[in-house]
């Protein structure tokens, strides 16, 4: 079975791992199929792209995006079929969503000050995000801190959704965030509906989703054939993906680039969406 993985973070997002250091890591696990897709950013990819041309990797520009549905975050995975990742247009929008993390990530640092007498500095947090800022590295700076939580108590406890240091995401919704990869040739998967909490996710693979990531690290074995199901039922593409964002020593949450098997006849179906061939 080909080794693969369909969602992967860099440090151009909320990853540790730089896009050519999860290149050569995804080499070194002898994936052959690798989908860069760093939270609300492209920045990453022409490094990414350079670096696995090195290697014998097909690299698949990509993207989560965050949306809003039902008053929760759903994120999507965009999948690009050519080199539109790349339109001026397109990284202007996403520019507008970058601009509202940083500004959502201030107020988060605010809060656990005032809500929990946690102090991290944000400048600190901004300098280490690189590009695009995420709870993660405000998680990372809490622990740095000394603080006595690790990373998975920190998102539980304070900056998890329903928690009161916790901001929202930029209110785009999931229809829009749909339309907007769909209108640069991007093929659009419902990411990790494990994770999905207070919407009907029947409901939401009626909104024109090219497929769905039914095989995720964090699922057991019963999500996993339920979200396979679902993709039969609603005749969508299957994504496979580790959700991988460097630190396996600390982080129960994500798993390492290529953990996942994707039997053959998933992958095909989404290469050939994608007018790749299979090796």
């Excluded at 890591?25 to 990414?48: C, F, P, Q």
């Amino acid at each position: 079975m080909l080794k693969v993985d369909f969602h992967v973070h860099t440090s151009s997002s909320d990853g540790t791992l730089s896009p050519k250091e999860v290149v050569k890591r995804a080499h070194d696990n002898n994936v052959k199929y690798l989908a860069i897709t760093d939270h609300d950013t492209l920045s990453g990819l022409d490094e990414a792209i350079e670096e696995s041309l090195k290697y014998d990797i097909t690299l698949i520009p990509g993207i989560e995006l965050s949306t809003q549905h039902n008053n929760e975050s759903v994120h999507l995975l965009g999948f690009f079929r050519d080199n539109n990742f790349k339109n001026d247009d397109l990284i202007r929008e996403l520019t507008n969503i970058k601009d509202h993390r940083i500004m959502r990530a201030k107020l988060m640092v605010d809060k656990l000050k005032d809500e929990f007498n946690i102090e991290v500095s944000f400048e600190k947090i901004l300098k280490k995000a690189n590009d695009t800022i995420a709870r993660p590295h405000i998680a990372r700076e809490i622990v740095n801190c000394g603080y006595p939580y690790n990373l998975e108590e920190i998102f539980n406890k304070f900056i998890g959704k329903g928690c009161k240091a916790y901001v929202p995401t930029l209110k785009l919704s999931t229809g829009d965030g749909l339309k907007l990869l769909k209108k640069y040739n991007a093929l659009v998967f419902l990411a990790h509906p494990k994770l999905i909490n207070d919407s009907n996710i029947d409901e939401l693979l009626l909104m024109n989703f090219d497929g769905i990531e039914s095989i995720y690290f964090q699922n057991t074995q019963d999500e996993t054939s339920r979200f396979l199901s679902l993709a039969d039922e609603h005749n969508l593409l299957v994504s496979c993906g580790s959700d991988f964002h460097g630190d396996l020593e600390s982080d129960d949450r994500h798993g390492d680039i290529g953990c996942m098997q994707f039997p053959s006849n998933y992958l095909s179906k989404f290469l050939s969406a994608l007018d790749l061939p299979l090796l």
